[in-house]
T-cell receptor, first 109, second 112 residues
Framework: DAKTTQPPSMDCAEGRAANLPCNHS???????VYWYRQIHSQGPQYIIH???NNETNEMASLIITEDRKSSTLILPHATLRDTAVYYC??????????FGTGTRLKVLA | ETGVTQSPTHLIKTRGQQVTLRCSSQ?????VSWYQQALGQGPQFIFQ???????GRGNFPPRFSGLQFPNYSSELNVNALELDDSALYLC???????????FGQGTRLTVV
């Protein structure tokens, strides 16, 4: 079973920040938080990952709480092309990702 | 786009037949994982290959098998196809299996 819990869907206005939450209360000390997104019927796209520090790249920012039991993916200026299913994954580095059902983000014009 | 390519993109097979799906990994990656994604669900891990050996397997029956070649490309074979095998099959490559994986666009298999 997936070790993460995400809301099934969210809406965001175009140009605004999209904040996608993820709960992973049973995460272990050596487990990373990974985020992927999947645009309709395409392969999942890697976004960002982190262990305990906040991370930022050209796509997004990842904020991990101090107790590491939850995290938030931030898309700073959402566009229509960011409409997708976003998956939060806890990864031990032992070969497999366990996907949940993700959050379906809809960016509205 | 990632450097992971899968073929074919779409495939229709009859129940009971066998199918082979192919995946070319991204340059520099030595690990390939396969996932099955049913409609409306998240991807489910099938197995992973590292240096031509199976390196972990999900809850899939033995009629799902695979190979990895010296150039790190990979095949997924499914025997005795069932209607429930209809899904998007995804290949992902990574370096050593413990870094971020990059997915191909998938093969859409329909079993009729």
């Amino acid at each position: 079973d997936a070790k993460t819990t995400q809301p099934p869907s969210m809406d965001c206005a175009e140009g605004r920040a999209a904040n996608l939450p993820c709960n992973h209360s049973t995460i272990s000390g050596n487990e990373y938080v990974y985020w992927y997104r999947q645009i309709h019927s395409q392969g999942p796209q890697y976004i960002i990952h982190g262990l305990k520090n906040n991370e930022t790249n050209e796509m997004a920012s990842l904020i991990i709480t101090e107790d590491r039991k939850s995290s938030t993916l931030i898309l700073p200026h959402a566009t229509l092309r960011d409409t997708a299913v976003y998956y939060c994954i806890v990864f031990t580095g032992t070969y497999k990702y366990i996907f949940g059902t993700g959050t379906r983000l809809k960016v509205l014009a | 786009e990632t450097g992971v390519t899968q073929s074919p993109t779409h495939l229709i097979k009859t129940r009971g037949q066998q199918v082979t799906l192919r995946c070319s990994s991204q340059s520099g990656h030595n690990t390939v994982s396969w996932y099955q994604q049913a409609l409306g669900q998240g991807p489910q891990f099938i197995f992973q290959y590292y240096r031509e050996e199976e390196n972990g397997r999900g809850n899939f029956p033995p009629r799902f098998s695979g190979l990895q070649f010296p150039n790190y490309s990979s095949e997924l074979n499914v025997n005795a196809l069932e209607l429930d095998d209809s899904a998007l099959y995804l290949c992902a490559s990574s370096y050593q299996g413990n870094t971020e994986a990059f997915f191909g666009q998938g093969t859409r298999l329909t079993v009729v």
